[in-house]
Nanobody, 122 residues
Framework: QVQLVESGGGLVQTGGSLSVSCVAS????????MGWFRRAPGKEREIVAA????????YYADSVKGRFTISRDNAKNTMYLQMNSLGPEDTAVYSC???????????????WGQGTQVTVSS
């Protein structure tokens, strides 16, 4: 089992920046690929970004490329998502998840956090 806890969400104005974190406990964090997902009201959950177990491979949704940066620190069992140039379309609950499978396939992710709300005001 892997337990995941997100933090860092909040309210920010359009054009602002926010960073969210995901702390893992349980099984070895470095053994898992990790991803950030979001779900906006009335919409399906979508992948935002993902990072391989060693941090060498990253994946970004087209909608966030150039604005968001995913990173991880295996020594701290923590993954991060730096979000810049935020817009109202980024408003959602952001969740982290862990997988031993593919970075970009939602169905491959086995462990999920509860999520943290990010709200971008216009």
């Amino acid at each position: 089992q892997v337990q995941l806890v997100e933090s860092g969400g909040g309210l920010v104005q359009t054009g602002g920046s926010l960073s969210v974190s995901c702390v893992a406990s349980g099984r070895t964090f470095s053994g898992y690929n990790m991803g950030w997902f979001r779900r906006a009201p009335g919409k399906e959950r979508e992948i935002v970004a993902a990072i391989s177990w060693n941090g060498r491979i990253t994946y970004y949704a087209d909608s966030v490329k150039g604005r968001f940066t995913i990173s991880r620190d295996n020594a701290k069992n923590t993954m991060y998502l730096q979000m810049n140039s935020l817009g109202p379309e980024d408003t959602a609950v952001y969740s982290c998840a862990a997988t031993r499978g593919s970075l970009s396939l939602v169905k491959d992710y086995d462990y999920w956090g509860q999520g943290t709300q990010v709200t971008v005001s216009s």
